[in-house]
């Protein structure tokens, strides 16, 4: 079975910078999996922050960034602030239609 | 502006059926892929179903397949999910999301509409 792997937990201080990986169980992650983030703060749906590896979705600050680094996809938060404590989820294109969801990570931002 | 509305969401026993129905407006329907994305209370997401624009072809997670069918009204911009055979498994929060023009991504969140199975 296919298992999308992302950090539990990050945290970050204010200002820094942190990045969040998306990687797969099976192998190495790349662009043919079509890596989407995505931001879902408490009580509210989730929103697109990038699709397609780096391709940021509209009206998405350009401190958010996609890309790929040592076989997993990667979410980099450039300049952390207060507001972007919240869950960040993946997911990964594995073919045949089929996508997969990692379980999230819960960033901290202290 | 691009908008997902998502209604049918309700109370309904183990074994019971359910019709979710998502309304689009602010853009060209038929010009996209359209896929419904589920959230379990407390848990994270789970990708449901995908039905692509033109090609007209359908996908479903294996946690729902043969108990789900995903369907789409280009004329009346509407994407639909009959939901048989449901389980309090299927308990969750279900979103409506747009697919991307010319590559294979998520885009715009409808506010999404809650399903509870129970007796």
């Known amino acids: 079975q296919t298992v999308v792997t992302q950090e539990p937990s990050l945290s970050v201080s204010p200002g820094e910078t942190v990045t969040l990986t998306c990687g797969l169980n099976?192998?190495?992650?790349?662009?043919?999996?079509?890596p989407n983030w995505f931001q879902q703060r408490p009580g509210q749906a989730p929103r697109t922050l990038i699709y397609s590896t780096n391709s940021r979705s509209s009206g998405v600050p350009d401190r958010f960034s996609g890309s790929i680094l040592v076989n997993k996809a990667a979410l980099t938060i450039t300049g952390a602030q207060a507001d972007d404590e919240c869950h960040y989820y993946c997911i990964l294109y594995l073919g045949s239609g089929i996508w997969v969801f990692g379980e999230g990570t819960k960033l901290t931002v202290l | 502006e691009v908008q997902l509305l998502e209604s049918g969401g309700g109370l309904v026993q183990p074994g019971g059926s359910l019709r979710l129905s998502c309304a689009g407006s602010?853009?060209?329907?038929?010009?996209?892929?359209m896929r419904w994305v589920r959230q379990a209370p407390g848990k994270g997401l789970e990708w449901v179903s995908s039905?692509?624009?033109?090609?007209?072809?359908?996908y479903y997670a294996d946690s729902v397949k043969g108990r789900f069918t995903i369907s789409r009204d280009d004329s009346k911009s509407t994407l639909s999910l009959q939901m048989n055979s449901l389980r309090a498994e299927d308990t969750a929060v279900y979103y409506c999301?747009?697919?991307?023009?010319?590559?294979?991504?998520?885009?715009?969140w409808g506010q999404g509409t809650v399903v509870t199975v129970s007796s």
């Open positions: 602010g853009f060209t329907f038929s010009n996209y892929i």
């Open positions: 099976s192998g190495s992650v790349s662009p043919e999996h079509y």
């Open positions: 039905f692509g624009d033109r090609s007209y072809k359908t």
């Open positions: 999301v747009k697919g991307t023009s010319a590559t294979n991504g998520f885009d715009v």
